[in-house]
């Protein structure tokens, strides 16, 4: 049998098992669910969390011609990356409010993004699915989770130096949030509709509910740490996978054909996950004062993502996402 792109041959499916998975958990075991999942999710933000943006140095050479030589990229490249990440370390350190609240809307639109489909010449059915998947990921569990939400937001504007947030203001961005999600999926569909597009709408629709079931029944830490994991960091591993070369030897959906999709990434990812790891080791070392906040050990997991993300979501949308949108469908 012929190599397949890993693309082809592992679609969503281990996602989707992940996510419904731990939605069983929540479901069934509701009282349970963090001493069930908190390992899992442990372990994974490691292997996979962490590292899906580890491999970011690569990604230039595998998509395009580099210019001035290898070493020379690399030295442009770490300066860059390194800079971004210093500007938005400078942004939690001196404006720490400000940057929650531009943690959250560049969260949202590096998930949404991730998650919409190519959309070659359609940049604005491409942009409205990008947006309203990332704003269905903080919409539900606002609206369910309400009291577990504030406490996370406030729990991390606290650790970050900043003031907190009343529950009136979170309960009104949650209820004024919700239908304009609910809405803006309706319309969505629409025009997959308009378009003939049955499977993409059909699709949405079911991600759509599958990802409500899960922010619905298991609390949002948790929720988002499995979506991040085992839903995005995991696609975009795979994604990467096909980029570098990596075939498979068929359509094989086996735990095995996954893991060796993963050693090959973290292979390559191995030695930029290290320096990764410096991060949050420096920020418990540089801030003393604070350690005695609450959830000083999620406020340090978050920041890290925080300044991680900014260099990294930027590669992602530039280099990566510019054909799901771009009149060539020949990009991966």
């Avoid at 001035?68 to 990229?73: A, I, S, T």
């Avoid at 370390?89 to 001196?94: E, F, I, N």
């Avoid at 790891?277 to 920041?303: E, S, W």
Wanted: hydrophobic residues 55%; charged residues 10%.
């Amino acid at each position: 049998m012929p190599a397949l792109p890993v693309a082809k041959s592992f679609p969503q499916y281990f996602s989707y098992l992940a996510v419904a998975g731990a939605s069983g958990v929540g479901l069934v075991f509701p009282g349970a669910a963090p001493a069930m999942l908190g390992p899992i999710l442990l372990v994974g933000l490691v292997v996979l969390g962490l590292a899906h943006g580890a491999c970011d140095q690569l990604v230039l050479p595998a998509i395009r011609q580099i210019n001035g030589g290898q070493r020379v990229y690399l030295v442009r490249f770490v300066l860059g990356y390194l800079s971004l990440a210093a500007v938005a370390g400078l942004g939690w350190w001196y404006w720490p409010g400000a940057a929650v609240s531009a943690f959250f809307l560049l969260t949202v639109w590096h998930w949404g993004s991730a998650d919409a489909p190519a959309r070659p010449g359609q940049r604005a059915l491409w942009l409205l699915h990008s947006l309203l998947r990332g704003a269905l990921l903080l919409a539900v569990p606002a609206r369910w989770w309400p009291a577990e939400m504030q406490y996370s937001v406030n729990g991390l504007l606290a650790f970050a130096g900043a003031a907190p947030l009343s529950p009136a203001w979170l309960a009104g961005m949650a209820h004024g949030l919700w239908p304009v999600v609910g809405i803006g999926h309706l319309v969505l569909w629409a025009c997959y509709a308009k378009q003939q597009e049955a499977q993409r709408c059909y699709t949405d629709a079911f991600e759509v509910l599958l990802l409500s079931t899960l922010f619905i029944t298991v609390p949002p830490m948790l929720s988002l740490g499995v979506y991040f994991v085992f839903w995005h960091s995991l696609q975009h591993i795979l994604r990467l996978n096909r980029v570098f070369g990596y075939v498979a030897a068929g359509p094989r959906r086996t735990w095995a054909a996954l893991g060796q999709e993963v050693v090959f990434f973290i292979r390559r990812a191995f030695p930029l996950l290290l320096l990764s790891l410096a991060v949050p080791l420096a920020l418990y070392l540089l801030l003393p004062t604070r350690l005695a906040a609450l959830d000083t050990l999620l406020g340090i997991a978050v920041v890290t993502a925080a300044i991680l993300t900014l260099p990294h979501a930027l590669l992602v949308s530039v280099a990566l996402d510019a054909g799901k949108w771009r009149a060539a469908k020949n990009r991966p």
